[in-house]
């Protein structure tokens, strides 16, 4: 018996590594996009978790587009953002992370144009972004960060340390 192909009915085949199958299940939601027009994204979903694992230590998963794009041919290479888990997390730009003698610091305005540095623990990192911990019980809120320019703080505060 042959079937139709149907090319409404089209479906993303994500190559998933084995030690990430943990974090993927059925009906999950991702964002797909090519490397050839990564700004225009395609919501999916995933319908299947193959049972077969490669050589190379992957699995296949297929994943059905919300709304198909004709543009889009059988075979082209597309990258895939899986949301994997969603917590509340305090998080900074990376560029108001400073390291110095070993450890992680971001800078609090104690006063107008007077900072402090207070130790963290960084975790996760993506898009610019590192989520944060206080190694004490640090009171964060209604606290101002320095978000951007913290080496170059580290370093006028370093300098005038030095001078006295």
Not at 12 to 18: A, D, G, N
Not at 106 to 135: C, D, H, L, R, W
């Amino acid at each position: 018996m042959r079937t139709p192909l149907n090319p409404s009915d089209i479906h993303l085949q994500l190559t998933v590594f084995e030690k990430d199958l943990d974090k993927i299940s059925i009906g999950q939601k991702l964002i797909a996009y090519n490397n050839t027009q990564p700004n225009k994204k395609y919501n999916c979903e995933i319908i299947l978790i193959g049972k077969d694992v490669t050589p190379e230590r992957t699995v296949h998963v297929q994943c059905h587009f919300d709304n198909y794009d004709k543009s889009l041919i059988p075979g082209m290479y597309m990258n895939a953002q899986v949301e994997v888990a969603t917590n509340n997390a305090f998080v900074i730009s990376n560029e108001g992370i400073v390291q110095f003698e070993g450890k992680q610091y971001v800078y609090v305005e104690t006063e107008n144009k007077k900072y402090e540095m207070v130790e963290v623990t960084t975790a996760n990192s993506e898009n610019g972004f590192t989520q944060i911990t206080f190694s004490d019980s640090t009171d964060i809120q209604n606290k101002t960060f320095v978000t951007k320019g913290a080496y170059t703080l580290l370093m006028k505060m370093k300098n005038m340390a030095e001078e006295e």
